[in-house]
């Protein structure tokens, strides 16, 4: 039997990808299939960040090729292509930005921003470029949850600000701008413009994506983001507890209503196991999340326990992502991670740099 495009092609669509569900052909992810005598050499090119499993994408792949009688030598090369996606109507992405998430949740208190900078670590060891926006004008947290506190960002124009970095980050917040101790007494229209500000006067560098912490609740901020902010999608962060899915679900209203698409719900403190006897126990409440993305036909992209461990790397500056990379609740950080760029992934794409500006003038 004759190794042919036919036979590989017919081989990787019984191959399902672990993170799209799908398989390599139907997405196709699957390109410049090569046939030399019996030897085949591919490249399987994911639309979303996944560096740490390149290894095992490339074994199953080749194992999957073996099957086909007569094939010689077998050559995968894996990789990731992160493209820019549709934002809202009217808008187009920023400079430097390919794609902008806002993590939002309707009350504080749930471990959005917690959840906001672990996702973005997890993005960026995957593979990608992350930027990471601290949108909380009110109560900043991100300079101490990176280990930024105290330092400021540099200006070489006396316009634009160059974004700090930190664990392979590139970051922005108002808090690498005031004290540490200074309340920010401003009303909504100083803050809306403060938003602004930090999001287009920073050099964001190649990011292919920008996490944006939001502040909590569904007011000047969001609306800001919504009008004026190109964003391709929103996650929700929660609890299991019933106070928490209320405003869980006038944050996920919200969105819909100014036309950002929901990219999944994340439920946050899911359970608790003792660290002394290893009990576990559901302290908020249990099945509160799935069941709101259900109501919702939402995709509900994974449960985070509560854990000391978490809080305590956050607050001395080095997330669970990186500073306990191999825990357990770091593993999960990246599954929902990968999980969410595929949703970002199988957005439309922007092509709004394809097209030339036509203009009409008279002569």
Known sequence: MAVTTETVQAALKDLIDPNTEKDYLSTRSA??????????????????PAKTQFDEIRRTVIEKLRTIPGIGN??????????????????????????????????????????AVNLALALAEEGATVGLLDADIYGPSQPQMLGLAGQKPESEDGTSMDPLRAHGLQA????????????????????????????????????????????????DTQLTLAQKVPVTGAVIV???????LIDARKGLKMFEKVGIPILGLIENMSTHICSKCGHEEHIFGQGGGEQMCKDYDTEFLG????????????????????????????????????????KVAERSRDMSAKFPSIVVQNT
Not at 87 to 96: D, F, I
Not at 172 to 184: H, N, R, T
Not at 238 to 244: G, R
Not at 315 to 337: C, H, L, M, N, Q
């Open 172 to 219: 922005m917040s108002i808090g690498f701008m005031i004290d540490i101790d200074s309340p920010m007494v401003w009303r909504g229209p100083m803050v809306t413009q403060a938003l602004e500000q930090l999001l287009k006067q920073t050099n964001w560098d190649d990011v292919d994506y920008l996490v944006v912490d939001m502040p909590p609740g569904t007011g």
């Open 74 to 115: 077998i050559s995968a090369n894996i990789s990731a292509k992160i493209v820019a996606h549709t934002v809202q109507r009217g808008l187009k992405p920023l400079p430097g930005v390919k794609n902008i998430i806002a993590v939002a949740s309707g009350k504080g208190g749930v471990g959005k921003s917690t959840t």
């Open 31 to 48: 390109k410049n299939i090569k046939i030399e005598g019996v030897d085949v050499s591919l490249d399987i090119e994911l639309g979303y």
């Open 303 to 342: 449960a985070l326990p509560l854990e000391l461990s978490i809080r305590e790397l956050t607050d001395a500056g080095k997330p669970t992502v990186v500073g306990a990379p191999d825990s357990r609740a770091a593993e999960i950080y990246r599954t929902i991670a990968r999980r969410l760029a595929v």
């Open 238 to 244: 929660t609890t299991p507890q019933d106070i928490a």
